[in-house]
């Protein structure tokens, strides 16, 4: 039976190249996909282009360009992203730029775009559609901040309708991250997408899905950050990253580079299969809902293992829409406090710093103080330890945190709270400099639209 090799080559933006050129040093697959994207890095991105309008894009594909790209496109593979962002055309000239500065001739690059909803905002709720909140079920007519920007996670169509019209590279925006690897497969395979689909179909997109979800999870999914795996007795600082065989039924075996670091196994993959799944019998992505009850999960050799099950159902009629708004600055600074009475300080600390800013006329929306070690992950959740361990601990951080609404209240907050580095109780610390002050707060409002508002276009530019 044909089958390809898909392998993926990034989990996150800034993620390590190292494993993704390994892979194409050796050949190691067909395809390599790279998710960039999360809704933490759309406001990651948004703060970018506030700087500077030409920015907006996963700013690693430059050094990607420069080592990854030119290897592939040598070795014959092509490379699908979604690191466009919110700027898929700036990136692919930045990329046509650096590689046309090689001498590398005949690359093209494909720009997919369509995911960017904000000229249609007003018209879609001019059209009675009420963009409630997912999380709230607010209507968006009640939000109270500046919107940025508003981006739809888009399928796998235009993926693979780039990869047909010969793309080396695919620089993709919003485009949900199992479907890179499913516009793939529906390229490769003549795959169907769409509506009325028979359940072979179906299953076929669902097992493309689930493969696209694990490898977008990349080296965690290869053994990084298991708890299933720990203690971890592999090396970590040559993690491989994996790489799925499918067949064209949607059958799959996954590995990794023979050599590499990190573990292949059952228990890496079902660590995984679950992350970000709120539903396992109903994960809804653009193109496919799909039914992962039923998925069977086997090691078949060492760094070996072949998976199967995955049953699909027909797509949903509306595709979720990110709208990014802008809510004002938060502000921080760590202070450390060292033995004796470590906790004690903090704690005398905290009430002073509380009373110094009664006195001041401060524009806060809302504050913390997170104590590094203690509870400054879990906050109120992290059982507090008894008062005979608290009284012998080392040191303990206390983060300050401030959300206001001008871009001088946290300055004066912050500034205000030095003097205690003498005047307070003793053994403070403080960061060096006056902490990170007027960092702009983006939110994002999740919601829905009817997938009839949106229209995906590729785009050809050739180095």
Not at 101 to 130: C, E, F, N, W
């Amino acid at each position: 039976m044909k089958t390809v090799k898909i392998a993926g080559g990034q989990g996150f933006y800034g993620d390590s190249p190292n494993a993704a050129v390994q892979i194409a040093k050796a050949k190691g697959a067909d395809y390599i996909v790279h998710d960039a994207l999360a809704e933490l890095t759309l406001s990651i991105l948004q703060k970018d282009k506030l700087q500077d309008a030409s920015l907006g894009y996963a700013r690693d594909i430059e050094l990607l360009a420069t080592s990854l790209y030119p290897l592939a496109y040598a070795n014959g593979i092509k490379i699908v992203s979604n690191s466009g962002g919110l700027n898929p055309v700036g990136a692919a000239k930045k990329v046509a730029a650096i590689l046309a500065g090689q001498g590398i001739k005949g690359y093209r690059i494909a720009v997919v775009t369509g995911d960017d909803m904000l000229p249609q905002l007003k018209s879609i709720q001019d059209a009675g559609i009420l963009l409630e909140n997912l999380d709230s079920g607010k209507p968006f007519s009640e939000n109270k901040y500046e919107v940025l920007q508003s981006n739809v996670y888009t399928g796998a169509k235009s993926i693979a309708d780039a990869l047909a019209q010969g793309a080396n590279l695919v620089l993709a925006g919003r485009v949900a991250d199992p479907c890179l690897t499913l516009g793939v497969l529906v390229h490769h395979f003549g795959w169907k997408i769409g509506e009325g689909l028979s359940q072979q179909d179906l299953d076929r997109l669902a097992s493309g899905i689930a493969v696209g979800h694990l490898l977008e999870c990349g080296g965690q999914a290869s053994g990084g950050n298991s708890y299933a795996e720990w203690p971890m007795n592999y090396s970590l600082s040559n993690l491989a990253y994996p790489i799925a065989e499918v067949a064209e039924d949607g059958s799959v075996v996954f590995s990794i580079l023979e050599g590499q670091g990190g573990k292949m196994s059952r228990n890496t993959l079902r660590e995984q299969l679950i992350y970000e799944i709120h539903d396992p019998a109903n994960y809804i992505t653009p193109d496919v809902i799909v039914d992962l009850t039923r998925v069977k999960i086997e090691d078949i050799g060492p760094n070996r293992v072949r998976f199967a099950g995955a049953k699909g159902k027909s797509r949903p009629g509306k595709l979720k829409l990110t709208i990014g708004l802008m809510e004002g600055y938060m502000s921080e600074q760590f202070f450390f406090f060292s033995w004796p009475y470590a906790y004690e300080k903090t704690q005398r600390f905290i009430e002073t710093a509380k009373e110094i800013w009664s006195k001041l006329p401060l524009n806060m929306e809302r504050f913390e103080f997170q104590l590094v070690g203690l509870n400054g992950i879990h906050g109120a959740a992290a059982p507090m330890p008894p008062k005979e361990i608290l009284d012998e601990l080392n040191e303990i951080g206390v983060r300050v945190v401030i959300k206001h609404n001008d871009n001088r209240t946290g300055k004066m907050a912050l500034q205000s709270l030095f003097c205690l580095g003498l005047n307070g109780p003793p053994g403070l610390i403080g960061m060096p400099g006056w902490g990170k002050q007027d960092k702009v707060v983006l939110s994002l409002w999740p919601s829905l639209i009817p997938r009839n508002w949106v229209e995906e276009k590729t785009e050809m530019v050739e180095v």
